[in-house]
């Protein structure tokens, strides 16, 4: 199993970006990479159910991923969307305080994103 320190981070959406670009829809992946878990209140591993994803290698919206912690369970709703500024990646968890532990650079590298592939 990769070290925690080389997964790419799922919460910086160039790096989801990258974990996901040649991930097929209808598949499911195990330890894909690592996200800030708010029910552990740590980074957690996570495992990856890709939903929706019509147009293959590519990051383009809309695009739906399940993202599952794999040591508590908490339930997170990744979506790539067309978004007022561009494309975008909206992390939803199951669980309450997930979007407000969402940490200042997450937040920053989003709107970057959206910038970059308009
Ligand atoms: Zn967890």
Known sequence: MADMDDLPDLGVAD?????TYLKDQG??????????????????????????????SSADPPMLVLLTCV?????FTAVIYEGPEGRSLA???STYGG??????????SCQRFS???R
């Open 99 to 108: 979007l407000t532990t969402v940490q200042p650079e997450h937040k920053a």
């Open 27 to 56: 598949h499911a992946y195990r330890n894909i990479g690592k996200l800030h878990c708010p029910t552990c209140g740590d980074y957690r591993r996570m495992d990856m159910a890709v939903r929706l994803k019509p147009y293959g």
């Open 115 to 117: 910038a970059q592939i």
């Open 91 to 93: 992390l939803l968890p």
């Open 15 to 19: 790096e989801f970006v990258a974990a």
């Open 71 to 75: 040591q508590c369970d908490t339930l």
